[in-house]
């Protein structure tokens, strides 16, 4: 966000301060009542921003949804995504339900962002879809002990029963021994939309394309990272270092 013009980054630190706020309410600790009611406190207020009624503490986010064209509809997207994780505990979803989760809590967000960022309407909603889908499928990857730690499980039920692997205690599925299938087969379908992401910014003019391609070029080291460790555990926590972060800003905010 720090590369964008100033108007930009505002519009998107109005963004990430919505969905940080909405994924807190999703992954709280208090009863799941409370959540789904803040949750749908949050949806009423951002339906009082199109009324043009936008509460007091909205009206800096209602600005730029007024300045990008915002679309209400993403922005409740994303609330029904946090409320698949608040309604019930997910673990090992069909593979419809999944993409539906993935488009609500990632490629939802990529279609705000994308606005901001100042893509055409096609090409935008696209990459928005893609890119949004290989990010979150690597955070699925990335995230597989600590989402256990916690009762969740995002690997699908097709693909674990493809494999041998009954649907149990997350715990006991991420430690099976054919869970690497699993796995790698997850990580090509992230790859696929990594590629499907790369070909629609290589025909978008490059200013409008750079925060998409660092969030893609980040990640999909991530991904990178995650094949060259393996999936059996112990599993270390993998991360990108700091220098080729720096690499990667450098590559795209100077191009």
């Known amino acids: ?16 301060a919505f969905c940080r706020a909405v994924d807190d309410i999703a992954d709280g600790d208090t ?3 409370d959540r789904l009611a803040a949750l749908e406190q949050w949806r009423a207020d951002i339906a009082a921003c199109y009324a043009g009624q936008a509460p007091a503490a909205l009206r800096p986010l209602d600005e730029q949804i ?17 409320i698949m994780d608040v309604v019930a505990t997910i673990v090992a979803p069909d593979a419809a339900t999944l993409d539906t989760y993935c488009d609500r809590v990632a490629s939802a967000v990529g279609r705000l962002a994308v606005r901001v960022f100042g893509l055409d309407e096609a090409p935008g909603i696209a990459l928005a879809h893609h890119l ?31 494999a041998g692997i ?15 299938e699993v796995c790698n087969g997850i990580a090509r379908d992230a790859q696929a939309h990594y590629d499907a992401s ?5 025909r978008c003019p490059a200013r409008v394309v750079r925060s998409p391609r660092i969030m893609s070029d980040v990640y999909h080291g991530i991904l990178t990272r995650l094949l060259a460790r393996g999936w059996q555990p112990p599993r270390a926590r993998v991360r990108v270092p700091k220098a080729k972060l720096v690499w990667i800003l450098l590559r795209h905010a100077i191009a």
């Open 1 to 16: 966000m720090r590369i964008l013009p100033a108007s930009q980054r505002q519009a998107m630190f109005e963004i990430y």
């Open 31 to 33: 009863q799941h009542a």
């Open 66 to 82: 007024k300045a990008f064209n915002l679309q209400q509809q993403d922005f409740s997207d994303v609330i029904d995504g946090m």
């Open 132 to 162: 949004g889908r290989a990010l979150q499928l690597t955070n699925i990857l990335r995230d597989l002990d600590e989402d256990a730690e916690i009762g969740r499980l995002y690997l699908p039920a097709e693909a674990l029963a493809a």
């Open 166 to 180: 009954p649907v149990g205690k997350p715990y006991d599925v991420i430690h099976h021994p054919a869970i690497a």
């Open 198 to 202: 790369a070909a629609i910014m290589a």
